[in-house]
T-cell receptor, first 114, second 115 residues
Framework: KAGVTQTPRYLIKTRGQQVTLSCSPI?????VSWYQQTPGQGLQFLFE???????NKGNFPGRFSGRQFSNSRSEMNVSTLELGDSALYLC?????????????FGPGTRLLVL | SQQGEEDPQALSIQEGENATMNCSYK?????LQWYRQNSGRGLVHLIL?????REKHSGRLRVTLDTSKKSSSLLITASRAADTASYFC???????????????FGQGTILTVHP
């Protein structure tokens, strides 16, 4: 099976703009989670979608939002970008809601906000 | 905030030596997973150990889990230069065996293996 894919891989935006990142999970996986990785804060959980429903959300402002489509593909959106939003954004997928499953990560989207 | 703390923060060894990394966490967990990351790229899954397991092996990797101490260790035997990377532990702390997708990561251990 193909792995988790993310587009675009690199993105440069300016403060105040908005951005949409896309994630295609492994075929058959219904859970998609998003993470932000920065040198200062490390890897932090943004939110998780399962069968088009957001089931869990991390401690991020409302400028960060997401959605999941019926084919399990997911998008996350960041509005009114700030310099501190510069980060590597990773998505991960797993097959179901079971507690013993591996999350598989995509290559990430590196966002630079100028 | 990070649930896990990893120790050491950095480890430098010679090829052929063993590398041991430790991870501690704070809450009850469904499972604990170890990942590798090369130079800010995506995370590569190494191994998953469930809360009712104590030890697991995969190739040159050996993971232990002590739920009473809320700690885990990753041992890489006979290390190679290609093992140079950052290593992260991540805990899934869902309730009742159900995962809500959230992994909580440690700060990671930077491993450098010198040829």
């Amino acid at each position: 099976k193909a792995g988790v894919t993310q587009t675009p891989r690199y993105l440069i935006k300016t403060r105040g703009q908005q951005v949409t990142l896309s994630c295609s999970p492994i075929s058959g996986h219904r859970s998609v989670s998003w993470y932000q990785q920065t040198p200062g804060q490390g890897l932090q959980f943004l939110f998780e979608y399962f069968s088009e429903t957001q089931r869990n959300k991390g401690n991020f402002p409302g400028r960060f939002s997401g959605r999941q489509f019926s084919n399990s593909r997911s998008e996350m959106n960041v509005s009114t970008l700030e310099l501190g939003d510069s980060a590597l954004y990773l998505c991960a997928s797993k097959e179901s809601a079971g507690g013993g499953e591996t999350q598989y990560f995509g290559p990430g989207t590196r966002l630079l906000v100028l | 905030s990070q649930q896990g703390e990893e120790d050491p923060q950095a480890l430098s060894i010679q090829e052929g030596e063993n590398a041991t990394m430790n991870c501690s966490y704070k809450t009850s967990i469904n499972n604990l997973q170890w990942y590798r990351q090369n130079s800010g790229r995506g995370l590569v899954h190494l191994i998953l150990i469930r809360s009712n397991e104590r030890e697991k092996h995969s190739g040159r990797l050996r993971v232990t889990l002590d739920t009473s101490k809320k700690s885990s260790s990753l041992l890489i035997t006979a290390s190679r230069a290609a093992d140079t990377a950052s290593y992260f532990c991540a805990t899934d702390a869902g309730a009742g065996g159900t995962s809500y997708g959230k992994l909580t990561f440690g700060q990671g251990t930077i491993l450098t293996v010198h040829p």
